[in-house]
Every structure is written in C-alpha cells, then in structure tokens.
C-alpha cells in the first residue's frame, strides 16, 4: 500500500498544478507522460532530448496527414492518416513527458522552456504544409485556386501562434499566485533585454539568438496584456516579491475559471477538431475554419476576461 501511495505522490508531484490541468489530459496524456518520463529517469535521457524527439515525431504526423485519395493506388490513404494520429498522440505524450520529467529531475532551464514552445510550432507547421499539399490534390476549388489555402494556412498559422502564447502566458501568471516565482515559468522582458544585451554575437551566437528569439516572444505576450503588465509593476512597487498570500488567494479565485479557455487554446480540441476534419469529413481545410473562428473567439473571450480581472485589483489596490 505505501508503495502505491507513493506511486501516486510521485506522478502528482510531476503536475504542474490541479488548478491548470485539463480533465482528458489528467486521463490519458499525464499517465502516458509519467511512464515515459519514469523510464527516461532510468536511462538518463534528459527533458530536452524527450522534446527533440517529439519535434521529428509530429512532423511525421505532418506527412502522414498529406496523403490522400489521389496519391498512388498502392497507398491506403486512410491508414497513413491513422498512422499520423498515432503520431500526434506519441508526440504530445512526448510533451507530456519533458516537462514531467523536468520536474522530478529538477532540470529546469530556459532553453527547455523555449524548445517546449517551439515543438508544438514544429508538429503544426508539417501539419498545414501536409493539408495544403493534400487540398490542392483533392479539392476543385483549391486545385483552381492553389494559392488561397496557402495564404489561410499563414493567417492561421500566425493566429495558432498568439492562441498557443496568450493560453501559456495565462497559466504561467496564474501559477505564479499560486506556487510563487519559484514554480511559475513567468518572465519579464525588461530582464530578459538586460541578459541579451550582456550577450556577445561572436562569442555567444547560438544563445543570444534564441534569447532574441525568446524576448520578442515575451514582449508580443507583454504588449497584449497591458491591464496584467500595470497589475505586474503596481505588485512590484507595493510588495516585491512577498506578495500577501491572501491576495495570493483572491487572484488565484479569480483567475482560475479561466483556466479552461487556455486548455482549450492548447492541444487536445483543436487535435479533436484536425483528426475530425481528416478522418470523418474528408475536408482538412474545415481545420484552418475552425482555429479563425471558434478558437480565435475563446482567445478574445479569455483575453477580455483576464484583462478586467486585473483591473479590478488595480482599483482595489489603489
């Protein structure tokens, strides 16, 4: 029994936190995760090779998604799309997997952070590539028009990009009341401009540009919330980092309902929505429909919510 509990504590202790975990994530990805961050314990894989792995995973999903009822008679189209689901899934569990291991390890880093980012960039990237190749095979209007689902495919990227980074920058802001500085992943980009500017190019290339790379991110992060940015400095003035813990408390209340717009912004329905659109409806371009609508509404939604939850503790503090 005590083994058991142990068990128990341990894949707990590998969360995040309950407040920011989704329900079907909890059931199936986190477990899956445990067990591959267990055995990669054992080998002394580190996180960050977990997700380099999950990169070339999820661009095969990409290219398995690409094939079609037009390509060779030898290739059953169908099951090379089951095979890119598969991968999908393998490749999330990955992601899964380099955080949860991270934290039984304690091998945090900032460029693990970066390159936890960009994998899911990387996996949807081959995967837009994949269906315009596939639409422009397939259907009348874009084999005419091969150029329209190309410039959808950019627009959508581009909005994925600010989905995926607001539900971050939400979560991390929230963890941050929750947990502290300590296990929140929560950044400033006037920091983050001081250690670029110590940075050499000749003799710190490769770091300063993924610093760069990641400082304009924060800063795109920063210039959409501005409320959570005079929220941030008005805390900084008044407390510093010994923020009250039931003021802690109040915001975590607060922002806690929101949590499930940025799970909902992150992987498991939009990957609902994407094997829908190929597998059932035969029409992957309804997937690029779907990410401008209906998850660009929950991004305004969440946004515009959490926006008057900082002000209002502005006022308050005030």
Not at 87 to 111: E, I, P
């Amino acid at each position: 029994m005590s083994d058991l509990k142990e068990k128990k504590q341990g894949f707990k202790d590998s969360l995040k936190s309950m407040d920011t975990e989704e329900t079907f994530d909890l059931i199936f990805y986190r477990p899956i995760g445990y067990m591959w961050a267990l055995l990669a314990k054992k080998l002394g894989i580190t996180p960050n090779a977990i997700t380099i792995a999950s990169i070339f995973i999820g661009i095969g999903a990409g290219v398995c998604f690409f094939f079609n009822e037009n390509c060779s008679p030898w290739i059953n189209f169908f099951w090379w799309n089951i095979i890119g689901v598969v991968l999908l899934v393998w490749a999330d569990s990955f992601d899964s997997a380099d955080g949860q291991l991270a934290r039984m390890t304690k091998q945090y880093s900032r460029l693990g952070r970066i390159l936890d980012g960009v994998s899911g960039d990387f996996w949807f990237a081959a995967i837009y590539v994949g269906i315009c190749l596939r639409e422009n095979m397939t259907s009348d209007f874009f084999m005419d028009h091969k150029w329209v689902i190309w410039v959808v495919a950019v627009t959508t990227g581009l909005f994925h990009g600010i989905q995926a980074a607001m539900a971050d920058y939400y979560r991390q802001f929230h963890l941050y009341f929750l947990k502290g500085e300590d296990g929140s992943e929560l950044e400033r980009a006037d920091m983050l401009k001081e250690k670029l500017a110590s940075l050499s190019w000749t003799r710190n290339f490769w770091q300063k540009l993924t610093l760069t790379s990641y400082t304009n991110y924060t800063i795109g992060q920063e210039s959409r919330t501005p409320q959570m940015q005079k929220l941030r400095a008005l805390l900084r003035e008044r407390y510093g980092n010994a923020i009250p813990q039931e003021f802690r408390d109040r915001f975590r209340a607060a922002s806690k309902p929101l949590m499930k717009y940025t799970n909902i912004l992150s992987f498991n329905t939009r990957t609902f929505a994407l094997f829908a659109a190929i597998l059932i409806f035969r029409m992957p371009w309804l997937y690029f429909a779907f990410e401008l609508t209906v998850l660009n509404g929950v991004l305004v939604y969440m946004m515009w919510r959490h926006e008057r939850i900082c002000k209002n503790f502005i006022k308050e503090l005030n």
